[in-house]
């Protein structure tokens, strides 16, 4: 089985660090985030890869040439243009011979994969969906009022939170028949259209955590975190 890494995108919302880097390329302790994501895969007995680059896809291949010196197999599938999330997993269709792994640039769950494997085999899904709990404090207190005006509840910052899509998800290569080829498309509207066709797609309920380094803020705790584990920040 194979496992595919989105790894293509501008990064946006990491500005100005993404300017010198792609995303998956920047560093948490003393690797970049994408060589742990190799590692964590590697450990859950993956050992052949599909990297979809674009921005700065040298930055990204240069480090990993073919991946020999990980102990693994990398393929790389390039495109041109920012695609979005399924149009740049569709970019990767022709190295794709069956059931595979896909998982995004900017993640690094931390749990165990086989049960999720398991459960989506046992199911018979098209694609299943690895669900992590999350809760975050509201910055602001949460005011409920009447229709009249009057006050009826006050929480002061409090806690929400609920199981999140992660960014990981095992999918039969049949689930790219609905991306269409060669434009932009997000993994949302392949999914919506994926079950209105009545395809099998699960969600996988996952004991364990993940490393988001999606925006800024993220990618500072993250990169405090990895450095505190090196022991290296008090």
């Known amino acids: ?3 595919v890494i989105l790894a293509g995108g501008l990064g946006v919302r990491l500005r100005p660090y993404t300017l010198l880097a792609p995303k998956p390329m920047l560093p948490l302790g003393d690797r970049p985030l994408l060589e742990h994501m190799i590692e964590w895969l590697k450990a859950q007995g993956v050992s052949e890869f599909v990297i979809a680059v674009g921005y700065m896809r040298k930055a990204i291949e240069d480090y990993f040439e073919d991946g020999s010196d990980l102990g693994v197999k990398i393929e790389y599938a390039r495109s041109k243009r920012p695609m979005g999330t ?14 595979f792994v896909l998982l995004y640039g900017d993640v690094l769950p931390r749990a165990d994969l086989g049960p999720m494997l398991d459960f989506h085999g046992r199911k ?22 009447a229709e009249d005006g009057r006050l009826l509840r006050w929480s002061e ?8 899509n992660v960014g990981c998800y095992v999918m039969e290569r049949d689930f790219l028949r609905y991306i269409p080829d060669g434009v ?5 509207a392949a999914f919506r259209a994926a079950m209105e066709a009545g395809e099998p797609i699960y969600a996988y309920k996952s004991e364990g955590e993940f490393v988001d380094i999606g925006d800024r803020e993220s990618y500072l705790r993250a990169s405090r975190e990895f450095l505190r584990e090196m022991g290296e920040i008090p």
Request: aromatic content about 10%.
């Open 1 to 3: 089985m194979k496992a």
């Open 86 to 99: 399924a149009g740049q997993l569709k970019t990767a269709e022709h190295l794709i011979d069956g059931r």
């Open 124 to 145: 018979g899904a098209l694609a299943t969906m690895m669900l992590m709990k999350y809760y975050t404090r509201i910055r602001y207190g949460l005011v409920d009022a």
């Open 157 to 164: 910052k409090p806690e929400v939170g609920g199981w999140v």
């Open 184 to 188: 932009p498309y997000g993994m949302d």
